[in-house]
């Protein structure tokens, strides 16, 4: 029940609910800011929680899919101060998990998945627990990390995900975001954007934390311009301008 033991962030070590026994729990959280959008091509999906409000910070979560293969995550802490942040995957335990350059590797019996954790986060491979079943739990790997931020913080993770035998590479690379009215850079706290390159997969993703320009400005990254929140660009099919708009 431990909010270790499940895919999500833990903010300066503490739990955001006390459990009082088997079936009693304190403190529970609201859940805000809920949003879900899917295609054909895409799908997205974003989340908080109010768990820190009390400290002054905000968490929320956002899910881009670029279909089938890529998934792009965005950790999101709106607030003020010094704060350490933690999140967590868990894995199954019939396969592999072993920790890469800049991220880590789980190797199943029929698929792959592939993490990138973009801006130096810390990775490290802990043991943790799985449930299938009901009052029964087996022994399984996780991975944790780790980061720190002070004011507005946005962890990023690119998972690619592939067949057993699949010898594609997950490439990552961080853009800078222009105005195309003033020419100007954008802060990261206002808007980031990413190349995702999977194989012959190649997509250029914008997620803006704020609202970064008037209606009159667009934003410009590798050559892609567009408008919105959440922006996708299929760079393989030659996209360029305006985008899939995934949140205004």
Known sequence: KSRAAHNTVMVDGREFYRCKDSWECHDLTRAVNQKFYAESRYGYTEGGCLAHIGDGLFFNRRVVYLKPDLVLIADEFYGR?????????????????????????????????????????????????????????????????????????????????????????????????????????????????????????????????EEYASPTDTFEADGCVGFGQVVVFDRAQGEQKIGAVLQW
């Open 81 to 209: 101060g010094a704060h350490d942040y933690s999140q967590f995957f868990h894995f199954n335990n019939v396969g592999q998990l072993t920790l890469t350059g800049d991220g880590c590797r789980y190797e199943g019996r029929r698929a792959r998945a592939d993490f990138v954790f973009p801006g130096g986060v810390r990775a490290k491979v802990i043991d943790s627990r799985l449930s299938r079943h009901y009052n029964e739990w087996e022994r399984n790997q996780a991975v944790e990390t780790a980061f720190s931020g002070d004011g507005f913080t946005c962890a990023y993770t690119v998972v690619g995900l592939s067949d057993a035998d699949d010898t594609r590479a997950l490439r990552v690379e961080k853009l800078p975001v222009r105005s195309t009215f003033k020419g100007t850079l954008f802060a990261d706290s206002q808007i980031e954007a990413f190349n995702l390159r999977l194989g012959d997969l190649f997509y250029t993703v914008a997620v803006a934390h």
